[in-house]
């Protein structure tokens, strides 16, 4: 155990749902962040919240929208996605002490199957 | 933009020991990771290594870090089954905490 939770482990939905992933840590961390991990890419950095401000967003699309209500849970809301969405949906937090080693956390993940 | 390389498999036998390679080109990295990733599970942090350093060892596990070179290794001595999983190396940039992965090395132990 990390102390990094998410829920659900596994979702499928189609391309007309709207679902939410959540992430909550335990950690007493300030930064949060979501990752997409595909078969056979690198892993993809999406969003980043350092101290409930979104500081990152890295030319996501507009169906996936972050919420960070506070240090402690982030969310990820998905509408009308597409098959290609289908991943590993990883979220991770760190102390966010930026020039520091800022060590990063992971959850063990949502499997997202996109029908 | 900076990028991250490893090599895609290794296979070695139990007992023997693994050496898992990774190149970065961000010369300003600070800190560079070893993350990693049993099937199904989240990634898990093994040991990281700050940029003014060349070696770093912990138990089993030695990170090398050729900095001239951009050259970062992580050797598990005594491999075990257990360890068979997916390694990601990582560099941190200079300034913020984003973290930049490699594609990931899959190591495979034989019994």
């Known amino acids: 155990e990390t102390g990094v939770t998410q829920t659900p482990r596994h979702l499928v939905m189609g391309m007309t749902n709207k679902k939410s992933l959540k992430c909550e840590q335990h950690?007493?961390?300030?930064?949060m962040y979501w990752y997409k991990q595909s078969a056979k890419k690198p892993l993809e950095l999406m969003f980043v919240?350092?101290?409930?401000?979104?500081?990152e967003n890295n030319s996501v699309p507009s169906r996936f929208s972050p919420e960070c209500p506070n240090s402690s849970h982030l969310f990820l809301h998905l509408h009308t996605l597409q098959p290609e969405d289908s991943a590993l949906y990883l979220c991770a937090s760190s102390q966010a002490a930026s020039g520091f080693t800022d060590t990063q956390y992971f959850g063990p993940g949502t499997r997202l199957t996109v029908l | 933009g900076e990028d991250v390389e490893q090599s895609l498999f290794l296979s070695v036998r139990e007992g023997d020991s693994s050496v898992i390679n990774c190149t970065y080109t961000?010369?300003?990295?600070?800190?560079l990771y070893w993350y990693k990733q049993e099937p199904g599970a989240g990634l898990q942090l093994l040991t990281y290594?700050?940029?003014?350093?060349d070696m770093k060892q912990d138990q089993r596990l030695t990170v090398l870090l050729n900095k001239k070179d951009k050259h970062l290794s992580l050797r598990i001595a005594d491999t075990q089954t257990g360890d068979s999983a997916i390694y990601f190396c990582?560099?941190?940039?200079?300034?913020?905490?984003?973290?930049?992965f490699g594609a990931g090395t899959i190591l495979r132990v034989k019994s």
């Open positions: 290594i700050f940029s003014n350093m």
């Open positions: 950690l007493g961390h300030n930064a």
């Open positions: 990582a560099e941190k940039e200079e300034y913020g905490n984003k973290l930049v």
């Open positions: 961000d010369s300003s990295s600070t800190y």
């Open positions: 919240y350092n101290f409930k401000e979104q500081t």
